[in-house]
């Protein structure tokens, strides 16, 4: 194992020095917005500037990537990065600071989008599965040490600013010294979302109203301990153990839903994410210890949802379509991200702030409540995929759906398929008149036979 991750060390310690910085970045801004006196309304346009900026990246930068190379690219974005965490000190203005962290997400995007061409360029058949789930820990191991590094010194002072973008800077050197052979061209990925709906409406709701939830939380999550009057401390604990408790549940989930239909799982935990949600929203808990063990809890119900939707979809996606029902799903989730945090600030600038909660419990139980029609109309697939648990960073792009070990037979420059029809709701629960596969989700042909 160490031999396959000598190769793409330095891509590794870039990727981890850019998610330090961008985790500490998005932190320090809602809790500095905060103590500057920002509206609510305002900190949620920040989590909806950065959404915009990051999707509009995800599409545009692989055509930057053409007219300049994969090492410049990948510089200038990661020093604009900086400058931007920079500007946020010099400049401490909503309206500027929105437009800003736009810029930032668009960053973000591309310098991401290239990490993970250039592993999965890397990358054999026999070493992908190594480098990508080696990715996914740095991923979740940086961004959670991003956000544990404001509780190094208060964030009303420069300090945080300044050490944002040093790592920023320091993302740059490991890609810009390294002697590595730089990957193909960025392909740009075609999305389908009629077909995405087609195949499995069940994610592709899921994944949107996902989407909303977790944008929502992870912009005013802060904001939300900051005005029930939680230290800095303590606000970074409580992010952290979010994302601690989505990661610890995702292998005993996987394994269930292995085992049994995944909307069932999928129902389990949303039911879990209401209950909690609407708990805090009924107690008002003031106690950091009892606060962040309910966030923890909270993680674990909300986090895996986005991977049972994405393996429910690929249940019945074809041996080739993984990467665009991956990618395709990725920019529902991305489109809800822009959404949530406006909705929830709204409700808790004229409300209070417990109303971030009466939000998500609400789009959680719409998870539930149409998972739960679907499987009144299509009965589960008779084979599946083994489930792969992850937690989705904000920084995910289309480009780790290539990385993946299920990508392996996936031609991405492809479209997807537009000859599905549309799916019969009239098919009996139990399956007896439904395709081949047991078709949950699918309306497949006869000759479009489900992966296997």
Not at 187 to 205: G, Q
Not at 261 to 274: S, Y
Not at 310 to 319: L, W
Request: net charge neutral.
């Amino acid at each position: 194992m160490a031999i396959q991750l000598v190769a793409v060390a330095s891509l590794l310690l870039g990727s981890s020095f850019l998610l330090i910085a961008g985790a500490m970045h998005g932190l320090l801004l809602a809790v500095r917005g905060a103590a500057a006196g920002f509206t609510t309304t305002e900190l949620g346009l920040l989590g909806t500037g950065w959404a915009f900026g990051f999707v509009t990246g995800t599409i545009l930068i692989p055509y930057v990537v053409r007219r300049v190379g994969h090492v410049r690219t990948y510089g200038a974005l990661a020093s604009v990065a900086a400058v931007t965490i920079l500007l946020n000190l010099l400049i401490e203005t909503p309206v500027a600071w929105i437009a800003i962290r736009a810029v930032t997400g668009f960053a973000f995007a591309g310098a991401a989008m290239i990490v993970e061409s250039w592993l999965n360029e890397r990358a054999t058949r026999e070493t992908r599965g190594t480098i990508f789930s080696v990715y996914q820990m740095v991923n979740f191991a940086a961004s959670t040490a991003g956000q544990l590094m404001l509780t190094i010194a208060p964030p009303t002072e420069y300090f945080h600013f300044v050490l944002g973008a040093i790592f920023y800077c320091l993302a740059i050197l490991p890609t810009a010294l390294s002697t590595a052979a730089t990957p193909r061209q960025l392909k740009t990925t075609r999305f389908d979302i009629r077909r995405l709906y087609t195949l499995s409406p069940v994610s592709a709701v899921a994944c949107f109203l996902i989407g909303c939830v977790n944008g929502a939380f992870g912009t005013l999550g802060p904001v939300y301990a900051q005005r029930i009057g939680l230290p800095v401390r303590e606000i970074a604990t409580l992010t952290a153990g979010a994302l601690l408790g989505g990661s610890l549940i995702q292998f005993p989930l996987g394994w269930l839903s292995d085992r049994m239909d995944r909307r069932r799982v999928l129902v389990g935990v949303g039911v879990g994410a209401v209950v909690i949600g609407l708990t805090i929203l009924a107690i008002r808990p003031r106690d950091p210890v009892f606060i962040t063990g309910l966030i923890v809890l909270y993680g674990a119900m909300s986090y895996p949802m986005y991977a049972l939707s994405v393996a429910h979809a690929n249940d019945f996606a074809g041996a080739d379509e993984f990467v665009k029902i991956a990618s395709g799903l990725l920019l529902l989730y991305g489109i809800g991200t822009m959404i949530g945090p406006i909705v929830a600030s709204y409700g808790m600038q004229h409300w209070m702030p417990e109303a971030l909660f009466a939000f998500t419990a609400t789009f959680h139980l719409l998870v539930v409540g149409y998972t739960l029609f679907r499987m009144t109309r299509r009965a589960p697939p008779s084979t599946r995929e083994s489930f792969k648990g992850f937690i989705l960073p904000k920084t995910v792009t289309p480009e780790s759906a290539v990385l993946d070990p299920r990508a392996d037979a996936v031609d991405e420059n492809s479209a997807l398929p537009a000859e599905a029809s549309s799916p019969s709701d009239d098919v009996p629960a139990n399956g007896e008149d439904s395709p081949p596969a047991g078709g949950d989700e699918s309306s497949l042909s006869p000759d479009e036979t489900p992966k296997t």
